[in-house]
């Protein structure tokens, strides 16, 4: 088992920026290739960005892609989101996840058997 922490959220105007991170323990997080994924208030989950365990293979979602960036560090055990001009359409609940099956990530949300919590993201303006 692996547990996923999110943090990094906060409040932020729009044309700002964000850092999130996604730190992972119970197992080392190179088992895992992983994801992001959000939700919008009243929407439904979707994805935002994966990457491989080994980090050199990543893919975004078309909304974001430009200005979010997915990157891990295995040694430390996490893996983060640089996301640069926000938009409020960026608002939403952002979730973590390991997928302990391949060495890539996916979008499809059922290939990953672990979630962290959540943390929000508000962007206003």
């Known amino acids: 088992q692996v547990q996923l922490r999110e943090s990094g959220g906060g409040s932020v105007q729009a044309g700002g920026s964000l850092r999130l991170s996604c730190a992972a323990s119970g197992r080392a997080l190179g088992a895992f290739a992983m994801g992001w994924f959000r939700q919008p208030p009243g929407k439904e989950r979707e994805f935002v960005a994966h990457?491989?365990?080994?980090?050199?293979?990543?893919q975004y979602a078309d909304s974001v892609k430009g200005r979010f960036t997915i990157s891990r560090d295995n040694l430390k055990g996490t893996m983060f989101l640089q996301m640069n001009s926000l938009k409020s359409e960026d608002t939403a609940t952002y979730y973590c996840a390991a997928n302990e099956h391949s060495q890539y990530g996916s979008s499809w949300q059922g290939a990953y058997g672990y979630w962290g919590k959540g943390t929000q993201v508000t962007v206003s303006g």
């Open positions: 990457i491989s365990v080994s980090g050199a293979n990543v």
